[in-house]
């Protein structure tokens, strides 16, 4: 059960987005995923839940390739993408939003226990569900799309930038409850992010990505550890 | 082509229309009055490529801007006893001011709205004719440009007349809107129909040159409607179907909408397609009702076709082919 | 007061369909972002394939379900084979916003063509189950018919049909999450492109049923060349853009609002002008309203 990504290759029309890159994320863990802008961090994720084509390379989770799927195939394999910018339908009501997470699912009664469960871990969205989703603040916001993800009874969640347009205090609490989801559900967890120290401060592991290739790899605390990183992403 | 000046197209044009009038000498009656034809498509097909290619709004009720043209050419001839040259004219303001009013309106929409509204105006408009007597309800009225003159012989008949007239005015045509799209308001459609915002921060004033794109493609609309009713010699409604306006449409598709020098291909297509289908029902001869229904489905069939396969029609696909040619070669 | 009562229920009947028509454009346009002009040509053709049921079973209530199984079946048809080589084939270049248009309109002009060679130019003729002889008040006779009730009942029932199925089901939610965002319905698990084909199936259904009424409503005759055809190749469009063409609501308003008119001015004012009506109606609403009656604003334009 672990996330085998090796020599992937990516390219968006003439221009290579990802290049050569290889990592591994273990089952239960937390990777983050940092770089700068344009680094193709987005593009790595949205490859390995289908939504882009790869050029070369593989990316296996529990024996399923990755690459050569619908993403409509890929998240029956329990894997989840929370796209970026608060990916939630504004037109759809809260309660409906989280119904789509669970939409495929044939137990019902199961996707019924998912729901209380989301509910329990954001109540918030319990009190708001049967609201539209765009009337919702931008953490609500945030909050419905993990929602939504988890109601597809995910073991891994790809997670492209939560914190993006959000609060600082808000940011942290959501990246709390990542950690809390990771631990408490044992997922399997890729966070992308800019916020670089947010991520690895609440990663078990760390990949930074530099114009598509793997600048370096390591445990999190390696990571914050390492003066170059410290510099070009750290900032201090 | 493009590095001609504009004088030089002038030349080209006085050239090719002689030889033009030259081959109406040779030819028999038929193949004349389908000149006639070609050249009447030429101009509204060439009107429509203004619009859809350069400017990137779709009408699909060119046929009601045709009809105005051609009742206000009949109306000052019958009622007014204007000269045949000002009855054309007359043709062109009537139809350009409808474009002007329609192109407000159109300013403002984009896409499958514009494209629904002319729709309705193309079927709600010839019901027009019906309310007022001086447009002559379904039976319509004459539009009579005359004999030709006497000075040029005995022998001219009246099909060459109605070539001559068209032909003039198809090169006109032509060589006003191939210099229009090559000015600066050319150049403004063109920027505008590729990205609207990027166009307006660099100061062009989207929405005017869109009327005015509308209100010329109108014009040149207004001179075909009356040209066609005079190859006819009657106006009525039912010279205005919506069958005209997706012909007209299929043949500016078949030219390529984006490039004006295709315009002969769509223009010829049309005139050629009732005689092909007749001849190819006669070849496999079929039932009489799939016959009258032939023509119709090679335009429909002509029409998807290229929208799929050559959706910016066969010139500009040539040329891309020929400049990607190049390019390897270069290499 | 008795003419008004009559226009009234006219301009209901006639709008009941009209809406019908919008919905199946409405449906289209949120599933794949295209105009449907060849709708009503598709209702067209469903509603002959009501009328070769009709030939051989003798009744209306076997015809309509065929027409529409026949109508669900054709548009099933175009979009897997026509709508996903155009989207393939054209979704760039300056032709781009042009193309989708422009391939409907031959489809539409396609498909009369097919009617014609097949069925002939002439008026066919369809009967409805019931009467189409107005109901008396007093001496007089309303235009209000059993036919025109039926057709208004037979119309209201597929409406709260088709809502009930968007709003409760979890195919409509499939259909909804569809429309407004593709890509996180394909993330939670929804085949976004067999959702497309059920959009056009439903549309083409829905087209079928307003077909079938049209035709019994009208004068009982149809052809490709027949008034009842372009009034509904027109109305549907423009009732679907009264109401925003986004949502079901909005088509239904839009069709009763474009019925009403239509009605008022072939009785009050003049019988040949009622084509150019609908023209005038649009042409007043995008200025005034240009997101339609119900319509989000700024969509238009996009």
Known sequence: MTLTVTELTIHHGAICAISDVSFTVPKGQLTAVIGANGAGKTTLLRTLSGLNKSTHGTA??????????????????????????????????????????????????????????????????????????????????????????????PQLLLLDEPSLGLAPLIVEQIFQTIRDLTTSMGLTVVLVEQNAMGALKIADQGVVLNLGKVAVAGTAQSLIADPQVRAAYLGY | MHKFKSSHHLGFFIIFGFILFLTGNRVDELRVYQGASIAVYVVAISSIILLTGYSGQVSLGHGALLAIGAYSAAVARNNFHAPVVLTFVIAVLAAALGGALLGAAAARLSGPYLAGTTLALAIGLPSLANQFPIFGGEQGVFFDVGFPPPSLGEGFTQYKWFFWIAGLAALISIWLVANILRSRYGRNWRAGRSNETAAALAGISVSRSKILAFTISAGVAGLAGALLSMTIGTVSPSAFPLALSFSLLTGAVLSGVSTLSGVMIGAVTLVAIPEIADAVATRIGVSERFTTNLPGLMVSTLLILTVLFVPNGPVEQHRTRQARKAAKEKN | MFQLLNTILIG???????????????????????????????????????????????????????????????????????????????????????????????????????????????????????????????????????????????VVALMLLLTVLFQKSNIGLSLRASAYSPEIARLSGVKVDFVRTLGWSLAGAAGAVAGMFQTVNGNGAFSPESI?????????????????????????????????????????????????????????ILFVRPQGILGVKAARRA
């Open chain 1, 60 to 153: 296996t989770w529990n024996e399923h390739n990755l690459l050569h799927s619908k993403p409509e195939t890929i998240v029956r394999h329990g894997v989840s993408h929370v796209s970026e910018g608060k990916a939630v339908i504004p037109e759809l009501s809260v309660v409906e939003n989280l119904e789509l997470g669970a939409i495929w699912r044939k137990n019902k009664k199961e996707a019924a226990e998912s729901k209380a469960s989301v509910i329990d871990i954001f109540p918030r969205l319990g009190e708001r569900l049967n609201q539209r989703a765009d009337t919702l603040s931008g953490g609500e916001r945030q909050m419905l799309a993990i929602g939504r993800a988890i109601m597809s009874k």
């Open chain 3, 12 to 154: 209901i009947t006639a709008g009941a369909i009209y809406s019908l028509m919008a919905i199946s454009i409405v449906l289209v346009w949120r599933s794949t972002r295209v105009i449907n002009f060849a709708q009503a040509g598709m209702a067209l053709l469903s509603t002959y394939f009501g009328y070769e049921a009709m030939v051989h079973f003798n009744s209306f209530w076997i015809a309509l379900p065929v027409a529409m199984v026949g109508g669900a079946g054709i548009a099933a048809l175009i979009e897997l084979v026509f709508m996903r080589l155009l989207v393939k084939r054209s979704s760039t270049g300056p032709m781009a916003a042009v193309a989708p248009i422009i391939a409907t309109l031959g489809l539409l002009g396609l498909i009369k063509g097919i009617i014609s060679s097949i069925w002939g130019g002439a008026d066919v003729r369809l009967v409805g189950p019931v009467t189409n002889v107005g109901y008396s008040i007093g001496d007089k006779t309303l235009a209000f018919s059993p036919l025109k009730l039926l057709t208004l009942c037979t």
């Open chain 3, 228 to 284: 009842e055809f372009a009034l509904l190749l027109i109305s549907g469009f423009i009732a679907a853009v009264i109401g925003g063409l986004e949502s079901l609501v909005g088509a239904v308003v839009g069709g009763l609002v474009l019925g009403l008119v239509i009605s008022f001015v072939l009785m009050y004012i003049s019988s040949s002008l009622f084509f150019i009506a609908p023209f005038v109606i649009l042409l007043i």
